[in-house]
């Protein structure tokens, strides 16, 4: 009887699935890494586990993490593969129902993940959540309020530099911001993940915009706190790779994205939008590399192109919902306020 009872069994030993996967992309992370992992030890939320995806960093603090704490799985390329292609080869690897994102130079509070997954249990039709983040040098100011999506098709993190608002209710945004979110891996992947010929940066607003065609929402958790140094491997906020990419991916992002009436209706708003901020950079001196990023955008808009067909062939959502998530209040995208509308 305990033969037959048997049949049917795997004799394989029983793997533990934990709830949450949370990946950090490495990339000449330098200092960074170590109080961000640390962070995550602290985390009074238990069911995680760690993929560290490194991208052939010179400083090899990945591998020098993962020797210290045997939990932590390591994948490790060759070459930079950029931001995109690392969380996507992270979220196949991860064995957790939601994908918790984070930068090596973002510092999660104790209970930043069980404030996400509490946030899960809460709202089960939601799928995409995003944190608060604050200025690592500075609590008191906003690293943002997940992204927000102008009419004009801009994107920009929300509240950044503006004062730290204190309590606030959970709300929609337009879109999570990809240094510290959380997803659901099964849609993630069935969406193909971010997006990897945009490389680094916008890839996380090209991925709510996605979420937003197929009528997914995106929910600000405001308790789910961390504190972010912002573009700590890419030379700064204001470096030349994040100024090219950014300009080239936001220009791919609105091409891509933008439903077919509403591109048509804000496409004079874009071009007047990119005039100020182009005008912006020239009092400052650094004109030469956006306008090189935008013109890269220009020449290689075929890339843009074919990923509009694969966007577009998805949406369910029409474009009256798509401009309802966004502000049409110019003066929120010139002075990069939050936007977060009311969870009702």
Not at 187 to 199: S, V
Not at 304 to 320: D, F, G, V
């Amino acid at each position: 009887m305990a033969r037959a009872a048997a049949i049917g069994k795997s004799s394989a030993p029983q793997v533990s699935v934990p709830g949450v996967s949370v990946i950090v992309v490495v990339y000449e992370s330098g200092p960074t890494l170590a109080e961000c992992l640390a962070a995550m030890r602290a985390q009074t939320y238990p069911d995680y586990e760690i993929l560290l995806v490194d991208n052939a960093s010179s400083g090899h603090e990945a591998q020098a993490a993962a020797k210290a704490d045997p939990a932590i799985r390591l994948i490790e390329n060759g070459e930079n593969l950029g931001f995109a292609a690392a969380v996507n080869q992270g979220a196949k690897a991860a064995r957790g129902r939601w994908l918790a994102l984070l930068n090596p130079d973002a510092y999660a509070d104790a209970d930043w993940l069980a404030r996400l997954v509490a946030a899960t249990q809460a709202n089960p039709g939601v799928h995409c959540f995003t944190s608060r983040q604050l200025m690592a040098e500075d609590p008191t100011k906003l690293d943002g309020l997940g992204d927000v999506m102008s009419l004009a098709g801009y994107p920009f993190r929300g509240g950044y530099t503006h004062p730290n608002p204190g309590e606030l209710a959970p709300g929609w945004v337009f879109s999570a911001c990809g240094g510290a979110m959380m997803v659901e891996r099964e849609l993630f992947l069935r969406l193909g993940g971010f997006d990897e010929r945009l490389f680094c940066y916008c890839e996380d607003v090209d991925l709510g915009y996605r979420l937003r065609l197929i009528g997914e929402p995106t929910l600000l958790v405001p308790d789910a706190v961390v504190r972010h140094v912002g573009s700590a491997s890419t030379g700064g906020r204001r470096s030349d790779f994040a100024v090219f990419h950014g300009t080239r991916n936001r220009f791919w992002v609105f091409v891509k994205d933008t439903p077919t009436v509403l591109f048509w209706l804000t496409l004079p708003l874009h071009i007047a939008a990119t005039l100020v901020l182009f005008a912006r950079h020239a009092t400052r001196g650094e004109v030469a590399t956006p306008v090189r990023g935008l013109a890269s955008g220009i020449r290689n808009v075929r890339v843009a192109l074919e990923a509009r067909r694969e966007a577009q062939a998805t949406r369910t959502a029409s474009a009256w919902q798509i401009a309802r998530a966004m502000t049409w209040n110019p003066l929120d995208l010139l002075l990069r306020r939050a936007f977060v509308q009311r969870k009702r």
